[in-house]
């Protein structure tokens, strides 16, 4: 995961292998499982 234009907050637990497009925000305490992949603009 490394996309410039989506917001993470360093809290945020993301797991290997997960797909984040651009204009995503993953807010404080939110965990993401291995093999995700979340679309444009989801909040």
């Known amino acids: 995961?490394?996309?410039?234009?989506?917001?993470?907050h360093p809290q945020a637990k993301i797991?290997?292998?997960?797909?984040?497009e651009p204009f995503v925000n993953i807010e404080k305490?939110?965990?993401i499982?291995?093999?995700t992949w979340i679309g444009s603009?989801?909040?």
């Open 15 to 20: 797991a290997s292998n997960v797909v984040i």
């Open 33 to 35: 499982g291995e093999g």
């Open 29 to 31: 305490n939110v965990e």
């Open 1 to 8: 995961m490394n996309q410039p234009l989506a917001y993470v």
């Open 41 to 43: 603009n989801v909040t």
